[in-house]
């Protein structure tokens, strides 16, 4: 299938936007979301805090929103009345008939928008930096539109949070995000009728506002071929995103069968991703941040487990050694006078059947204890006593 430049194939459409695979592992997530759910409220404990971590993010939501509709600018018919009319026409195209709310938010230079949803209204964030590059009524603006919208009209913000638990899950939680998004870039390209145009806007993400409109797609596309290896699956396991040369591939293969096909990954990485939290936690700086946490938490448990280990031996020592010492009693008792090795005091019809071993591989040996009778050393703890003295 090769389609013209510009335009999309007739077989996209409105009920055709969402992948497939994204029902698939939604699926999945739901059962996993289900089971945890169910657990934490057997246990109503779990529960509890499940609530109370509910009605912490609620209430940094309403904050955000807040920041929102106290600095961003809010898009009307009189505000920004172009790039008003252009959401409203995605919006149509689409297909959503609650008209969310659309902002535009000044975010320092960062490239980036997203949709959100709090107390039943629904709200679109454009980043100022998108609508400087390209202008308020430009196809590639729609197809940043449009990607938000995805995510409305597929109601994927409600979905986050009723599957929450298993989006947290390794591997499947990361899959059904990186789903999700795909399927939103899907709607972005429809929305803006322009295919060019929607990866115009892909490359920009990733080469900045000046020089990503120049860039080549089909070779930035091909860095998601030929980059492969162990920690580049590794990263795409866990990111809750398709990786922008991938998203730069999947546009492309709507007019171009050449693009259409999946790239094998490192087996290796499946199993450093499956012990890789999913979620916002998983993929980059998220994995980084995992990665060091856990190195910390080795940190303080090997130190703490060595101590307990030590501590152990010690004190199976020491019972060795009363052991020992008993049997050197009991011997100096039937024989009038202390053993002079340990040999006097293992055998048949001696004190000790065998000799106790140190767990720490030390050999134990007699000594005269200076009141006439001996005392018991080992070669790695010395005279050993538990509990140790003060």
Not at 23 to 52: C, D, P, R
Not at 157 to 182: H, N, Q, V
Not at 227 to 242: A, C, D, K, N
Not at 261 to 287: D, E
Request: proline share 7%.
């Amino acid at each position: 299938m090769n389609t013209p430049a510009s335009t999309l194939p007739s077989s996209l459409t409105v009920g055709t936007l969402n992948l497939p695979k994204e029902k698939t592992y939604h699926t999945f997530v739901l059962i996993i979301s289900l089971l945890i759910w169910l657990v934490l409220a057997v246990t109503i404990i779990g529960l509890l805090y499940a609530a109370l971590l509910a009605f912490l993010i609620w209430l940094g939501h309403g904050l955000l929103i807040a920041h929102l509709k106290s600095e961003a600018v809010r898009v009307d018919e009189k505000q920004l009345p172009q790039l008003h009319a252009a959401f409203l026409s995605a919006c149509q195209k689409l297909g959503v008939t609650k008209i969310p709310q659309l902002y535009v938010l000044q975010a320092g230079g960062a490239l980036n928008a997203f949709a959100t949803k709090f107390s039943g209204r629904t709200f679109v964030v454009v980043y100022s930096d998108f609508l400087e590059a390209f202008g308020p009524d430009s196809p590639e603006l729609r197809f940043i539109l449009g990607h938000e919208l995805g995510h409305i009209k597929s109601n994927h913000i409600w979905k986050r949070t009723l599957l929450a638990p298993g989006i947290f899950a390794p591997l499947i939680g990361p899959a059904y995000l990186r789903a999700c998004e795909a399927s939103c870039d899907r709607y972005g390209a429809f929305a803006a009728e322009n295919l060019d145009a929607a990866l115009r806007a892909m490359l920009t993400l990733s080469g900045g506002k000046q020089q990503g409109r120049t860039l080549d797609p089909a070779a930035f596309a091909s860095q998601h071929t030929q980059e492969r290896g162990f920690f580049i699956s590794w990263h795409e396991l866990t990111s809750p995103y398709p990786t922008l040369s991938q998203r730069t591939k999947n546009l492309l293969a709507l007019r171009d069968d050449q693009f259409a096909f999946k790239v094998g990954r490192n087996p290796f990485a499946y199993l450093f991703a499956f012990f890789t939290p999913g979620g916002r936690l998983g993929g980059g700086a998220g994995a980084l941040v995992f990665i060091v946490i856990i190195g910390l938490l080795a940190a303080m448990a090997i130190p703490a487990f060595n101590k307990v280990r030590q501590t152990s031996r010690l004190k199976m020592c020491a019972y060795n050694e009363r052991t020992i010492s008993a049997a050197a009693q009991q011997f100096t008792v039937d024989q009038g006078h202390p053993p002079t090795e340990l040999d006097d005091l293992i055998g048949p019809g001696k004190p000790l059947g065998e000799l106790p071993k140190c767990p720490s591989g030390g050999t134990y040996s007699l000594e005269p204890d200076g009141q006439g009778g001996v005392k018991v050393i080992c070669s790695v703890h010395g005279e050993a006593t538990w509990p140790p003295s003060p």
